[in-house]
Structures are given as C-alpha cells and as structure tokens.
C-alpha cells in the first residue's frame, strides 16, 4: 500500500474526526451559552424584584399607607422600620411567594385593619399571623387555600367584611356565613351560579 492509498483510506477517518470535534465543541459552546443567558435572566429578575421591593418599601416611607407586597422579604422591611411598622394599615399581596420564614413579620404591623390576597401563595401562613392584628375588612381572589382553611377567620375578633372573588362551593359559602355570624361575607361566585358547573 502506497503512502497516496493510506492517506485516501485515513482521510475520511478524519473527517469524520474532524465533523464529530467540531460539534461537540458547538454543543458545549451552546450549552454554556444557554447557561449563561440564564444565569443573566436569573440576576436580572432578582434585580427588578428588588427594585420592586425597594419602591414599595420607599412609598410607605413617604406617607402611603398602602403596602403592596409582590415580594416575601418587603414584610421583614416593613416590619423592622418604626415608621413602616406605625403606618401601614392596609397590605395588598399581589402575586406573592410568601416563604414562611418572612410571614411572621405581618404580625409586627400593628395597625393593619385590611388585607387583600391576590394570587398568593402561603396565604394560610400569612393568615396564621395577622390573626392578632385589627383587621376588619380581608379579600380573596385565588388565594392558595382550601376551604376549610377559611375557618381560620373565627380566629379574627374584629372582622367585620370578607370577600372571595373567586367560585367556590355553595356549601361553604353558607358554613362560612353560619361560623361568621357578625361578619358580612360577600361571594359573588357561588358554583351553583357559574355557567356548566351547577350539580
């Protein structure tokens, strides 16, 4: 075998060497290129969050009495500032992960009379909580309980006003108002009364 018929029967060997080198780098370029881009996207949410977290903190410190909670670690903020802790009488969670170490802090804010849940997780946690403050008036709309974790409500002496924006069983409707009995409840979305899901 001559040293031109070696090299014929090597080449393409090789370029299939070649091929094969050449994508795995392309797959480890992509994979640490995708890694990256989440890693940024990642740094980037935890910015905005924090952004978010620091301009509702800032509102309340200027005179609002409002705090709007989209991120778990604004409550220990709250809770920890004198002028925060005096001020706030309404808490609105609006799409909140509530970790349950941070829960606790609402019981800190010892003039809040309303709260108002929207789309949060850890709502029992945060309920569990405020339950020594005086609140009156609490809102619901898809909060993460079952039914009967609204029962937890008896435990609030001063509640004058629940409502629930979302459907839930007429049953529980008629319990709620039987344990609440000074309490007005307003749900407005009855199963019985949705359209296709009466029994």
Not at 100 to 128: H, I, Q, R, W
């Amino acid at each position: 075998m001559t040293a031109a018929e070696d090299n014929r029967k090597r080449s393409p060997m090789l370029r299939v060497v070649v091929v094969v080198s050449i994508v795995c780098i392309a797959i480890v370029g992509l994979t640490f290129a995708i890694k990256s881009a989440r890693q940024q996207a990642h740094l980037h949410a935890q910015r905005q969050q924090a952004e978010r977290r620091q301009k509702s903190f800032d509102l309340v410190k200027r005179g609002s009495t409002r705090a709007s909670v989209m991120d778990s670690k604004l409550l220990p903020m709250l809770a920890n500032d004198p002028d925060c802790r005096r001020r706030v009488t309404n808490v609105d969670f609006f799409m909140s992960d509530i970790d349950p170490a941070d829960a606790p802090s609402v019981s800190k804010l010892k003039n809040v009379t309303s709260m108002t849940f929207y789309c949060t997780n850890g709502t029992k946690e945060l309920l569990l909580a405020a339950r020594s403050l005086p609140i009156d008036d609490l809102q619901f709309e898809m909060p993460d309980l079952l039914p009967e974790d609204f029962l937890i409500l008896k435990e609030f002496p001063q509640l004058k006003k629940v409502r629930i924006e979302h459907m839930m069983e007429d049953e529980w409707i008629a319990r709620l108002e039987s344990e609440l009995p000074n309490v007005v409840v307003e749900a407005p979305y009855p199963r019985s009364k949705e359209p296709g899901m009466a029994r």
